[in-house]
């Protein structure tokens, strides 16, 4: 990140350059370097004054860490460390009667300037500015020195004022882009989302209406041919499974569409009603114990996509195996049982649709989602916190 290692440099640069002028200020005022020297407790007291101004404006603002422009930020400067740097600076101007040290009242007025709170600021700006009206009272032209010095100040208190709100609205303008940068790019995902779910759609109507005139004409034809009675139910089960498929791609192209599924089936009659149709078709062994209602509706989509993609798992690598359904309100295991040997591994990516995508969804509605090979066979759980 250069510019913020440059930022850090210059703050790093000017910090050194105030302390160094502050050194020489004091040494001077003390007469030191050879000025009138003002009595021993007056130099030490500004001169200790002095040394915890420039401590607490070193130390302050965070300034090696915060980020650009930043520097008054949220835990930056606090209220101790301003105090200390603004008595500390007034103190030597009062106890030091020399103009070399004037400038030291603007260190703490121009870090107080660019406070978000005008009473803090107010308060906080008390002690220097009145030291600094002190100093000028005493210098050889005192009111003309008073002004400029006072005009000065709050010169750089209102530029230093502006500054600020100059850079919270650039940031709440760069704030407002990227929220609308987002909605823009939710609103083309979610069209894209719903361009291909119309194409699916539309290829999916075409296969299921074609399979379903298939299985019903086959149907025809068995009862014509006085077919058993088992095989008559098997392509009445699986005519059923096809016009249901064909319904659940309606009602997710609807959602998509934002419109709400307020009439699909109450996920207990939907369990049911898949569940006899699977035993019809394939004569499976399907257990179901606990009860569907009590899954919350938040989770009724993700239920349904987690029963119904376990169930045509086990149907299409296991077949003939029993099925175990375990149903509670903050969790869903479909077992099964049997060689599980052929089933597939818990990391398989089909599209994006299979276990892989069936995670994501598990996740994205706070749960945790496992699949794997047990003792028992192949276990689907699908977990969440208890509502």
Known sequence: ???????????????????IGLLLGVLSATGVTGHAHPGWWRS???????????????????????DPDGEFGEGRWTTAQLWTMGLGAAVPLVALPSSGITWFAFVPIATVARSRDARSATALLLAPVAALGYACLHQHSPWPTLAINLGFAAVVIVLLQQRRRQLEA??????????????????????????????????????????????????????????????????????????????????????????????????????????????????VRITVAGEARGIPAQRDEVARAVLREALTNSMRHAPGLPVRITLAESQIRVLTVGDVSAAPRTDQVSGGHGLAGLRRRVESRGGRFEAGATADGWLVVARWEAV
């Open 1 to 19: 990140m250069p510019r913020l290692q440059d930022l850090r440099l210059d703050r790093l640069v000017i910090r050194l350059l105030v302390s």
């Open 44 to 66: 030490g007291l500004g001169a200790g004054a002095a040394l915890v101004a420039l401590v607490a404006f070193v130390a302050g603002g965070a300034w090696w860490t915060s």
């Open 170 to 283: 650039a940031e709440f303008a760069a704030a407002q882009a990227q929220v609308i940068s987002q909605e823009r790019a939710r609103t083309a995902t979610a069209e894209q989302q719903r361009e291909i779910a119309a194409q699916l759609h539309d290829v999916l109507a075409h296969t299921l209406s074609g399979l379903i005139i298939a299985l019903q004409t086959a149907g025809l034809e068995a009862r014509r041919e006085q077919a058993s009675p088992e095989l008559q139910q098997r392509l009445s089960a699986a005519t059923e499974l096809a016009r249901e498929g064909l319904q659940g791609a309606r009602e997710a192209v609807e959602s998509l569409h934002g419109a709400a599924a307020a009439t699909a089936q109450p996920l207990d009659e939907w369990l049911q009603g898949t569940v006899d149709r699977i035993r019809a078709a394939s004569g």
